[in-house]
């Protein structure tokens, strides 16, 4: 009985997918992230959380959160992913787990506006003092437009012009 | 939350003697101390220009740890909004005459970063600027051909940012307050 299968009987597993010998994909619910970390460090022996990070699927209306963990015994990686709600983007925090996680959480806290109930330090500012707009690393956020308008227009003007259009013939291609 | 410390009252008016300005440019020039601050990704070119690959104090020049003691600081590389607040913070704890060095091509116009969210784009709106240094990232060659380049204007008396600033201070504290809506640092004294 592999660890997919132990998986599989005891929570609720949407996708699982062997990328390499020493690397899992699982994709499971919102409900069912905390128990199946919990279950991953105590009886599988994930016990180090490496990395939480956060992809905007706008187009879906989702933020996809990714917990990546690591075996130090059989040197092997699982990510444990689920799809968060845009407008709501409310989760609890992981902090009780992994103390390192308060680090990651004020960063995606910071940087897409998900609310980790439970982190002590969310609200403190870590990289951007004095912000002023919606939290940067969504994807409805113009940089561009608010670099210009906040640091002035860079010198030649006609460059940015460039980078716009192939900006815009990408976009093009990719809705294609 | 927090109150605004922007220092606005300007430094007391340093009398100049004009018998002993050349002697005092000659030796500025070659008694350069830079602060040792890395703000950017350049601060890794100034590790070997002043240690003994490049050798940069064969032309007098050093690391200091302080801005109290130091007439130079190298902006290496591009700036954020948290980094700007630091170091205009200290280039005006440092002593005058003081100078500033901007490395690579993110001070001038942004670089790399120039629709970042966070990056400024031009530094000499906010600093005064006496030597740039171009390349993304300068060779320590090119830095070193700036020190000289420097040392040069301040032989000659051109290097002026320093008193530039504290004529116009109400301009660079117009745009730093732009920029920067909340200083919330703890206070100083020039």
């Known amino acids: 009985m592999n660890i997919i299968e132990r998986l599989k009987e005891r929570f609720e597993v949407l996708i699982a997918e062997k990328k390499r010998k020493d690397l899992l994909i699982i994709e499971t619910t919102k409900k069912g992230l905390i128990p199946m970390l919990f279950y991953l460090k105590e009886y599988e022996g994930y016990r180090t959380l490496t990395l939480i990070s956060c992809v905007d699927w706008i187009e879906d209306k989702k933020f996809q959160m990714s917990y990546i963990l690591w075996n130090f015994r059989m040197k092997a990686n699982i990510i444990v992913k689920f799809m968060l709600d845009r407008e709501n983007p409310d989760f609890e925090t992981v902090y009780k787990l992994w103390p390192q996680a308060e680090a990651y959480e004020r960063e995606i806290h910071e940087m897409f506006g998900v609310n980790f109930e439970g982190n002590p330090t969310q609200n403190e500012e870590l990289i951007l003092e004095d912000w002023d707009n919606i939290p940067p690393m969504r994807r409805d956020f113009d940089t561009l437009k608010y670099s210009m308008e906040k640091f002035g227009e860079r010198e030649p003007k006609s460059r940015i012009n460039i980078r716009k259009e192939i900006s815009e013939q990408y976009d093009e291609w990719r809705r294609k | ?82 980094t700007l607040k630091r170091v205009i913070r200290v280039y005006e704890q440092m002593q005058s005459p003081k100078y500033v060095v901007a490395l690579g091509a993110c001070p001038i116009n942004g670089g790399m970063y120039y629709d970042s969210y966070n990056a400024i784009n031009r530094l000499d709106l906010y600093l005064p600027v006496d030597i740039w240094v171009t390349g993304c990232m300068p060779r320590p060659e090119a830095i070193l051909a700036g020190f000289k380049r420097l040392q040069e204007l301040i032989d000659d008396g051109k290097a002026d940012g320093w008193k530039k600033y504290i004529e116009a201070l109400d301009w660079y504290r117009g745009n730093q307050r732009k920029i920067i809506k909340n200083w919330r640092m703890p206070n100083y004294n020039w």
């Open chain 2, 1 to 82: 939350m927090g109150k605004d410390k922007f220092l606005n009252e300007k430094p007391e008016k340093l009398t100049y003697s004009g018998v002993f300005k050349k002697i005092d440019n000659w030796a500025r020039a070659r008694s350069l101390w830079v602060v040792a601050y890395g703000t950017g990704c350049g601060a890794i070119e100034l590790r070997p220009t002043f240690t003994s690959r490049f050798d940069a104090e064969r032309f007098g020049m050093r690391m200091v740890g302080t801005p109290r003691q130091a007439d130079v600081i190298v902006v290496s590389g591009y700036l954020t909004v948290k």
